[in-house]
């Protein structure tokens, strides 16, 4: 049985700032989904949020980029944002850019990850989502998970899994894509996903059978804006068990609070911490980064779950170990390496102020 499995998310309105999604939001996205889901077009939907973003998880049988669902969930996004303004939450329809609906919500603003499979006969699904950081935070998870023995062991003993997988990755700043094969091309893959704010891990498919294994959003709000209107707040689905990764597998990345650029303004580097979803309310210095993880089976399309898999007392060391990092970092305040390096703040007040002290800079010979 096919099954597409589409998570959009979008930050139409934060409470309090940029720190929370409100009850009323969640309640207005719920309610957009139910029609669709009665009238036969959804299988299944789960409506969640990560801080201050607005997540719909649908499954159904259209297809990938399918206009109907996308335009779903643009409606439920323009409607929500209507209630953010009326109850004035900050940064109404922030990750709404266009002004109408074109066919997908491809850079229209929103994030979107999606995957077309055949259902397993028991099909496991990890749905990451984070906020206040860039698509680019997944690069190293998902490096660890699909490529690193010393994270996941069945790449050694699972004879499944021994011939690897192949990495799309996308250079966001040129609009094109490459394959990666691993473990034979690990060293040339990590040249680029090293660089995280460019190159992104696109999709993850297993060598022997290409079947999809993880898909990210990759979408950059800076790129399509030309300015900065926020965080890329991305999310990751990640097919779990069987083929793939086993769940504690795709979890591990996690255990080690990774530095990540977002945290505040977007213009920081600062950990990434595994929360469970209720503690995904970013508020110190608007961070630091969070990421969360809600689990699902798969029955038939319906999701069966959600379990909170960061709900875990085995992740408080994470968390710990991110205040630690992030006390480290934010003592650098306004400099490098806490805040990015000049390159990537072109769309703050940096080219303002280069241009307004041009003629102030003299030749040093």
């Not at 990640?238 to 979890?251: C, M, N």
């Not at 999701?303 to 968390?319: E, K, Q, T």
Request: aromatic share 8%; proline share 6%.
């Amino acid at each position: 049985m096919k099954i597409t499995l589409s998570v959009i998310k979008a930050d139409i309105g934060g409470y309090v700032g940029h720190s929370e999604s409100h009850p009323d939001i969640l309640a207005e996205a719920k309610t957009c989904m139910v029609k669709p889901k009665n009238d036969g077009l959804l299988i299944d939907y789960h409506v969640t949020k990560c801080g201050d973003d607005l997540q719909l998880v649908m499954t159904h049988q259209q297809g990938e980029d399918s206009e109907i669902i996308h335009k779903l969930a643009w409606d439920t996004f323009l409607g929500c944002t209507e209630v953010a303004r009326q109850l004035k939450l900050h940064g109404a329809g922030q990750d709404l850019l266009a002004d109408a609906f074109s066919g997908n919500v491809r850079g229209m603003g929103p994030g979107l990850a999606e995957m077309e499979i055949e259902e397993r006969g028991a099909e496991t699904i990890i749905i990451f989502m984070a906020d206040k950081t860039s698509s680019g935070a997944w690069n190293l998870p998902l490096y660890k998970m699909f490529a690193d023995p010393f994270n996941t062991i069945g790449l050694v003993i699972a004879e499944n899994m021994h011939h690897g997988f192949s990495f799309e990755v996308h250079d966001i700043k040129m609009g094109k894509k490459i394959f990666f094969n691993a473990p034979e091309e690990i060293y040339d893959l990590l040249v680029f996903i090293g660089a995280p704010s460019r190159f992104m891990v696109k999709a993850v498919r297993h060598r022997g059978s290409g079947t999809i294994a993880a898909a990210s959003s990759t979408q950059r709000l800076s790129l399509i804006a030309g300015r900065y209107v926020g965080k890329d707040d991305p999310v990751c689905i990640v097919r779990s068990q069987g083929d793939f990764p086993a769940v504690g597998e795709v979890l591990e990345p996690f255990s080690v609070p990774i530095l990540v650029e977002g945290w505040m303004r977007g213009s920081h580097n600062g950990p990434l911490m595994p929360v469970a979803i209720p503690d995904s309310t970013p508020t110190r210095f608007d961070g630091p980064p969070r990421v969360t993880a809600l689990g699902f089976q798969l029955a038939a399309g319906k999701l069966v779950g959600p379990r909170d898999m960061f709900a875990d007392i085995s992740f408080d060391n994470a968390r710990r170990q991110a205040k630690d990092v992030a006390d480290y970092m934010r003592a650098h305040g306004p400099f490098e390496p806490h805040r990015l390096p000049l390159e990537e703040m072109e769309y703050t007040t940096m080219p303002q102020v280069m241009k307004k002290l041009e003629k102030r800079f003299t030749s040093i010979g």
